[in-house]
């Protein structure tokens, strides 16, 4: 099987947005906001830019980073949605938009998401937080160290909630990467996609949810992700839509109103829906390839993609000249993690390439004993006497 695959080394564990610029439009698409940007999802190609790299503070849209977390949490098992998670006095505390957690009270992974995703729940955040990483500032720790595996040069976090502080930062550019990101996990947009929903719903402290992003009502195919506003900030939205095989995501930063921030990214959405198609390559989580694992319990673990892969048209233009490779680690050793990166998949297009993505484990590996290697090398020499 191996004489099929081109084999290379993997150095980096992390691809951001590949530098594949559309033709730009003619028309300023954000004339009101301080910086923006659209990129496709699948290929990260950027269909129109503003000042994208210039570092602004972000508000709410930090959480994108903090959900980011909180998902990679849930998918490798080190969280689960139905599990309570008790508010410190500090979680309590917090200003800003929050749904009024009180100290010592317990809350469903479920709810609290709910909280962040729906409500910009301040509080919410730090609990959650506080749950993965024993304490917020261990957990911006990892917000920090994800945007570095990122490869955002111009991003720092010192809280998980994006109330005003000194050296906290980002761009439109890495906010794209990480909601790029963050929509590789499905199920995050069950909850950035809700309009509005209840807490507390069985008690006599029922609390309404309503979505900060507007547009999830009033713009078809709208599910996410994040609004932000402080008096420092403006208005500020990640905003990411579907409508059939594409999803898109726009980012706008210093809006001076709700109204012209929501008219910026509505502009950005039609123009990316109305001049762009994607054709769908791969699905996620579809096998790439098989690789022997060395001294592993099994023998071998399915390379996976890790997101959707798709191929970026022009309305109208053909795709014959896309084509796809992949380049895979040439020795895998256990233990391996869910979600280890085992190599690259690349999109050409006449030639050139487009896009690239991570392929990764299926499923943990965990390292063999003696006594099973041991059964293993006796069995293989039994079968070659």
Not at 26 to 36: D, G, P, Q, Y
Not at 219 to 230: A, E, M, N, S, W
Not at 289 to 309: D, H, Q, R, Y
């Amino acid at each position: 099987m191996k004489r099929f695959f081109y084999v290379l080394a993997i150095t980096l564990l992390f691809f951001p947005i590949v530098s594949v610029h559309a033709e730009q439009p003619k028309v300023e698409l954000a004339t009101e906001a301080r910086s923006a940007i659209l990129i496709e999802r699948d290929t990260g190609a950027v269909l129109y830019e503003k000042n994208a790299h210039e570092p602004l503070p972000p508000a709410s849209m930090t959480k994108i980073m903090t959900m980011l977390l909180i998902m990679e949490a849930i998918d490798q098992g080190k969280l689960k949605l139905d599990e309570r998670v008790r508010a410190s006095e500090y979680a309590a505390s917090m200003g800003g938009s929050q749904i009024f957690l009180e100290p010592g009270e317990e809350m469903t992974v479920d709810d609290l998401l709910k909280g962040v995703a729906i409500g910009s729940g301040n509080d919410a955040s730090v609990a959650l937080a506080e749950r993965i990483a024993g304490s917020e500032e261990a957990f911006v720790h990892l917000m920090n160290e994800k945007a570095r595996q990122l490869g955002l040069k111009h991003t720092a976090f010192e809280n998980t909630t994006g109330l005003p502080a000194k050296n906290h930062y980002s761009t439109a550019y890495d906010m794209a990467v990480m909601a790029k990101e963050l929509l590789k996990y499905d199920l995050i947009t069950k909850y950035t996609g809700t309009y509005e929903d209840y807490l507390r719903e069985n008690t006599n402290k029922k609390f309404w949810l309503v979505n900060t992003n507007r547009l999830v009502k009033f713009y078809p195919g709208v599910d996410g992700l994040k609004t932000g506003y402080t008096s420092e900030a403006k208005y500020c939205l990640t905003a990411t839509a579907k409508k059939g095989n594409m999803r898109v995501i726009a980012v706008v930063f210093g809006a001076p109103t709700p109204k012209a921030r929501n008219a910026q990214i509505t502009k950005m959405l039609d123009y990316a829906f109305s001049h762009y198609e994607t054709k769908p390559l791969y699905k996620k989580d579809e096998t790439i390839a098989m690789l022997p694992v060395s001294k592993g319990k099994k023998k071998a673990v399915a390379a996976v993609t890790s997101e959707p892969i798709s191929v970026l048209l022009k309305k109208g233009e053909k795709s014959e000249a896309v084509k796809t490779t992949w380049k895979l680690n040439k020795k895998v050793k256990a233990p391996v993690k869910k979600g280890d990166v085992l190599g690259t998949l690349i999109v050409k297009k006449d030639g050139a390439v487009i896009a690239k993505s991570p392929l990764v484990a299926k499923e943990q590996v965990e390292e063999a004993n003696m006594w099973e290697l041991f059964k293993r090398m006796f069995s293989s020499f039994s079968r070659t006497s």
